[in-house]
């Protein structure tokens, strides 16, 4: 067992957010576990992190599904006794109006982007107590959510709806497991310029987009904070009069 690194679970880790956070908190010592689903891109981004200098153990996986997200956790476990942060960064969406919008991309999304947070959670919270127990940062959760999951936008109701409810998630582990000093926090930007907002790009420039390493820079930030100091979400947006928009 190692016990002197912090260490953290992304997910979502092979491109976009999830590989800026994980490159990020590589920089910052962090040993991690990283997951996504497909294999190839998860270990080119691991190499990438261990040519760094990194710890990195990859585990390709669809952490909404139990029995891998279950996997995902016990590789981590079968390494190390605690769990510092665990960064959910894997999620997914789609656009459509709400009077055809097909009930199994709903139920994805929700399956995606919350029934994979709460799986990962649950199996880890005795891992992030313990590394909270020790210390002086706590243990945390960082989800990333989505301003349209602050305030909807239209065409985006899955989406929305399932991101307002990781934002809640997020404010339950706080409430809850705060006192044993877990605490979560969901950032939650506008357009963040990765593969997901490629369908974008005839609408609005990339370059205006928020940039991954931004996003990763705040993650890295609350992880830095000391364990008194909770943050329940943050909002990201871009210049502009959208403001509370994406
Ligand atoms: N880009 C934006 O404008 C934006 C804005 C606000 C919030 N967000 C949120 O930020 C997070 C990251 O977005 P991104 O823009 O970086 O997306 P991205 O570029 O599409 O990357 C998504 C990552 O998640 C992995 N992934 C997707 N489904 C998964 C699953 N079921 N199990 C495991 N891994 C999975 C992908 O790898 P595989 O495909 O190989 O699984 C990939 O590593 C998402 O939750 C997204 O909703 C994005």
């Given at each position: 067992m190692m016990v002197s690194k912090r260490t953290a679970l992304v997910t979502g880790a092979s491109r976009g957010i999830g590989l800026a956070v994980a490159r990020r908190l590589a920089a910052e010592g962090f040993a991690l576990t990283l997951a996504a689903r497909r294999p190839e891109p998860l270990h080119e981004a691991a190499a990438?992190?261990?040519?760094?200098?990194?710890?990195?153990?990859?585990?390709?996986?669809?952490?909404?599904?139990?029995?891998?997200?279950?996997?995902?956790?016990?590789?981590?476990?079968?390494?190390?006794?605690?769990?510092?942060?665990?960064?959910?960064?894997?999620?997914?969406?789609?656009?459509?109006?709400?009077?055809?919008?097909?009930?199994?991309?709903?139920?994805?999304?929700?399956?995606?982007?919350?029934?994979?947070?709460?799986?990962?959670?649950?199996?880890?919270?005795?891992?992030?107590?313990?590394?909270?127990?020790?210390?002086?940062?706590?243990?945390?959760?960082?989800?990333?959510?989505?301003?349209?999951?602050?305030?909807?936008?239209?065409?985006?109701?899955?989406?929305?709806?399932?991101?307002?409810?990781?934002?809640?998630?997020?404010?339950?582990i706080t409430v809850s497991e705060g006192a044993q000093g877990v605490t979560a926090t969901a950032v939650s930007p506008g357009y963040v310029e990765t593969d997901m907002t490629a369908w974008m790009h005839d609408r609005l420039d990339p370059a205006a987009m928020i940039r991954a390493e931004d996003v990763a820079e705040l993650v890295a930030g609350v992880c830095r904070l000391s364990r008194t100091a909770v943050v329940p979400n943050i909002v990201m947006t871009r210049p502009g009069p959208q403001l509370w928009r994406a």
């Open positions: 990438q992190l261990r040519a760094l200098g990194a710890e990195v153990t990859a585990v390709p996986a669809d952490v909404s599904d139990e029995a891998q997200a279950e996997a995902v956790a016990g590789e981590h476990l079968s390494r190390y006794d605690a769990l510092d942060v665990l960064a959910l960064c894997a999620g997914t969406g789609s656009v459509g109006s709400l009077d055809d919008y097909p009930v199994r991309r709903w139920d994805r999304q929700f399956a995606v982007n919350v029934r994979s947070a709460f799986l990962l959670v649950q199996r880890l919270l005795p891992a992030l107590r313990t590394a909270a127990a020790r210390s002086e940062h706590g243990a945390r959760v960082v989800a990333i959510a989505s301003i349209t999951g602050v305030t909807a936008e239209p065409g985006l109701a899955a989406y929305s709806a399932s991101k307002a409810a990781l934002i809640s998630l997020c404010e339950s």
